[in-house]
């Protein structure tokens, strides 16, 4: 039943800074999906006796690639699949099942927050035995291969019924299908004090959780709504939908507007959450307010006495460069080690695995911690509603007395989108030529005290990442440029801004980075060279 098919590469299989995400078509060429398989399979190579999670966050061709993936696994020696009940599992709950049962890594079939359906998006995330995505080092093996690549294996049966938990046998392969729901819940509960949070609403405190018609709905359901007592309802669009009901599922201020709405109306809930396509994002609402995922990061790493597991103490706390500093200034406080790596959640990895840090997170709405290796989003939601139970102080509360005690970093992302590639390439290499001469320069009153590339030294395999660049000011405020790695097509110029101040606390964060952004356009020459004035994004 095992067949060798002859194939010829794809030149465009190279992972960005989560796994392999194209447009849906793309990834439904013929033999696509295969090519790249095989070449993960090749990269790897001796498979006998090793076991990998497969999952994904059910949007379209999850159900088509999943079949593949499970033959060609069979058809490549692999010993055992763990798989998500009808082919779910959201990033989090398999970077779980990953550790927990010991397995040789595992592959999320999501483009995470990318819009999905056959106009939309694909991707397929590979994770290796630490239950995080492997390092640059191994996906560049991995697009080698897919340069060269000539043939395939696959075990010719038909499709496989995921419908079912149990075990089956495939061409000698074990497929054990399993609830993807309830490891994961698990993990929650020892994590978090659930009886507290039960009483939080016993008393009436409401919510209302945004799935955005993606994976995390069985998992907010079980645990709002079915363990914790809130009451039906309080988990809105819970049902994984192929193209997400026409949503883009990325838990921001732009397209979660309909909870941001809601949140921002009369009948506004206590608080509020959305999480991302395959749930390792997560937005942060209170009543009329917003919390930045900088700020969220901060928060959590100064609140880790009131959760159980993290009660006796962390080890330190990491974010990746383009997030706001305001956990460095926790981190000070409490002592603890602090990292700032690249954009990618993989460069935590390292830290965590070597017990240098606890908590993480990225401005893109990521936070999480070293119980898993990637970021969760239901886990900051529980984390969030942990710190309100405990302190019966609201989100807006917090975040106020947060700063009082802190400071406030004022921050914004600026995405132009849709750029041409060559144009954005170049300028990023022209800014970066020119960074030296910004170097000491004083612009409209703000004092240039550093220029240049971010360049991280991981401090565990001594690997060296460049990623973005950093103009720092002698006032502590900072611009980050960087191009996405996520994108399906095109290319993505990411501005970050920060502006930080000890007194002014309350303030509109635009009218605050309006002198900043604007250095920050001209630094780089934005309208002249895209032709764009404004961003087409901001979050
Ligand atoms: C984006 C985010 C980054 C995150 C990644 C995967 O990557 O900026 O923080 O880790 O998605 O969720 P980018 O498109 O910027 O490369
Ligand atoms: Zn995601």
Known sequence: MIKTIATTPYDDQKMGTAGLRRKSKVVMQPNYVENFMQSIFNTIGDLHGKTFVVGGDGRYYNDIAIQKIIKMAAANGVA???????????????????????????????????????????????????????????????????????????????????????????????????????????????????????????????????????????????????????????????????????????PNLVYAKELVDFMNSDKAADFGAANDGDGDRNMILGRHFFVTPSDSLAIITDNFQLIPAYKNGIYGVAKSAATSTAVSRVARAHDIGYYEVPTGWKYFVNLMDSKRITFCGEESFGTGSSHIREKDGIWAVLFWLSIIAATGKSVEQITREHWAKYGRSYYMRFDFEGLDTGVADKLMSDLENKLPSLNGKNINGFQISSAAPFIYNDPVDGSSTKNGLIISFADGSRIVYRLSGTGSSGATLRVYLERYSKTDLDNEPLKMLEEILKIAMDAAEIPERTGKHQADVIT
Do not use: W
């Open 80 to 250: 055992k699949l763990i798989v998500g009940q009808n082919g779910f599992i959201s990033t989090p709950a398999g970077s779980n099942v990953i550790l927990k049962n010991h397995a040789n890594g595992g592959f999320i079939l999501s483009a995470s927050h990318n819009p999905g359906g056959p106009n939309g998006d694909f991707g397929i995330k590979y994770s290796n035995e630490s239950g995080g995505q492997i390092p640059s080092q191994i996906s560049d093996k991995i697009y080698q291969n897919t340069k060269m690549i000539t043939e395939y294996k696959i075990c010719d049966i038909p499709d496989i019924d995921l419908s079912e938990l149990g075990v089956q046998n495939i061409c000698g392969m074990t497929v054990e299908v399993i609830d993807p729901v309830k490891d994961y819940v698990e993990m929650m509960q020892q994590i978090f004090d659930f009886s507290a949070l039960k009483k939080l609403f016993a008393a009436g405190f409401t919510m209302r959780f945004d799935a955005m018609n993606a994976v995390t709905g069985p998992y907010a359901v079980r645990i709002f709504e079915e363990i914790l007592g809130a009451p039906k309802g309080t988990v809105v669009h819970a049902s994984p939908l192929p193209d997400f009901g026409g949503l883009h599922p990325d």
